[in-house]
């Protein structure tokens, strides 16, 4: 798969990092440029930008896109936040109540990242390396799996600290590396991370919002726990609504295992009651962009 590769450093404080999401400026900011797609990334005069792990999606540590903030129960939100800063090489982080980074060791570390475009709010959706990078900057590398292995998306899948979550800019053979990946942090004896407690497809008793934000709250993929905050804050905990609310979002994704296109969460998502379950794995999904 071709992607630009960019080099550069990230930077962490003043920031509120979680486990999917990091600044990164690059060496030579007008590389920017340079991305494809639609969307532009958004980036200030230095260059900095918000950085979008491509294809994993960590826990909520801080979420209020349409009401108060809230989070994912916190455990392995935040075991995901301290090992991505942990693998880019920050060695101390110190962060106020809000989780905002006050001062970080080193102050910036060096990087490089491959990408082949930004999210609708403009987020650079990218691959995160680490040391040497595998070219030069400015320039299409081919990205296989071997490769894909020495990024942090990797790891933090193989560590059971994410999600997978697929566009379909991402090629299948990347995506059957992460598969790969996170099955073997699902088989393990305990389940790794976050698969010791996921009850995504198993259901979740949903009652109130405090039902999947409080620290022994289901853990759950992190889409299907917007979706459910989201509905949450209409006001109405009644989930006999939520598929007809999952269609108006109107989510577009094909489902692998069936080669079926569709439109609406509710196709995967089933509602009995108060128990909320998706019908097929987050790997068995890719979005449209």
């Known amino acids: 798969m071709p992607m630009l590769l960019i080099k550069g450093s990230y930077q962490i404080i003043g920031a509120r990092p979680d486990g999917d999401t990091v600044n ?8 920017w440029d340079l991305v494809g797609g639609f969307y532009r ?10 950085l979008r792990l491509e294809a994993i999606d960590a826990l909520e ?4 896109r349409t009401g108060p903030e809230v989070h994912q129960p916190l455990a392995h939100g935040h075991a995901a936040q ?10 101390s982080v110190q962060r106020d109540a809000k989780e905002k980074v006050t001062a970080a060791t080193p102050a910036t570390v060096p990087g490089w990242i491959l990408t082949r475009g930004a999210a609708k709010d403009r987020r650079c959706i990218a691959l995160a ?5 595998p070219g030069a900057s400015g320039t299409e590398v081919f990205v296989d799996a071997p490769m894909l292995k020495t990024t942090v998306n ?6 059971g600290l994410a999600y997978p979550t697929y566009y379909r800019s991402l090629y299948a053979d990347l995506r059957t590396e992460l598969t790969a990946a996170v099955h073997q942090a699902q088989a393990a004896t305990p389940a790794i991370g976050l698969w010791a407690d996921d009850v995504t497809l198993s259901g979740a008793t949903v009652t109130g919002m405090s039902s999947i934000t409080k620290d022994n709250g289901a853990v759950i993929l992190p889409k299907l726990f917007r979706r459910l905050v989201d509905y949450l804050n209409l006001g109405d905990p009644d989930l006999s609504g939520f598929p007809a609310f999952l269609d108006q979002a109107q989510d577009k994704f094909w489902i692998l295992s069936t080669g079926q296109s569709t439109t609406g969460l509710d196709a995967v998502v089933e509602v009995i009651n108060s128990k909320v379950r998706m019908t097929h794995p987050s790997e068995d999904l890719v979005f449209d962009e």
Not at 61 to 64: I, K, L
Not at 82 to 90: P, T
């Open 24 to 31: 990164f400026t690059p060496d030579d900011p007008t590389e």
């Open 41 to 50: 990334v958004e980036h200030n005069t230095s260059g900095k930008a918000r």
């Open 61 to 64: 540590t801080h979420y209020a």
């Open 82 to 91: 301290e090992e991505l800063l942990r693998w880019l090489g920050f060695t």
């Open 129 to 133: 390396g680490r040391g040497t990078p």
């Open 154 to 159: 990797h790891h933090l899948l193989a560590a």
